[in-house]
């Protein structure tokens, strides 16, 4: 998923660098993530000004920064939703994935949210086809619902992030080429430990969330919890 110049080590495919968290000491972060084995990490986001964010992280730690852009499904803006996908065609040579985009039926509950949220998510799968770019997905309690509509959709190039669902509900994707990215939470989650024991070794991915997820609640998760 990277775009230039290749890094070497391990790639956290999921983590959000422009999280307030990491205000004070990003570039500390990514030397201890460096010092750990991970050479680069995919900077997701949840709004437009996170993607612009990320974009400026790329400039300052080139290499090792790879910039997405996408709309937390929560956000249910199709003005902001469209204001991302014009980014993400400007920007679409800088990027190394849409995201994060998807479906989340934890928080949102409302049947006419969920068809905004649906429709914003359609579009982006669209979108990622038309450009190129991978899909970096959220699927919190939507798991099923989300892969149904990637596949219905053509979705080709897709990692399913911190999946929440139950191991045969991922079969289908994993049928799909779809690959699943695991959280450094996977060490106290038994619904993640049997996902990971159930799918190929090939389709799996190391992601941190940072700053959450990690293998200890209440303390901030850093690239370098990804080995």
Known sequence: MGVAPESSGLTDCHAHLCDGSFAGDLGEVLARAGDAGVGAVVAVGETRADAERNLELAE???GVVRPTAGLYPTHLD?????????????????LAAIGEVGLDRWKVRDERDLVVQREIFASFIDLSIEVDLPLNVHSRSAGHYAIDLLRERGARRVQLHAFDGRAARAEPAVEAGYFFSVPP?????????????????????????????????AQRTAPANAV
């Open 185 to 217: 939470s996977v060490v106290r989650s038994p619904q993640k430990q049997k996902l990971v024991r159930r799918l190929p070794l090939s389709c799996l991915l190391l992601e941190t969330d940072s700053p959450v997820l990690g293998p200890e609640r």
């Open 78 to 94: 199709p003005a902001e939703a469209e204001q991302v996908a014009d980014l993400i065609r400007r920007e679409r040579p800088r």
């Open 60 to 62: 300052a730690y080139p």
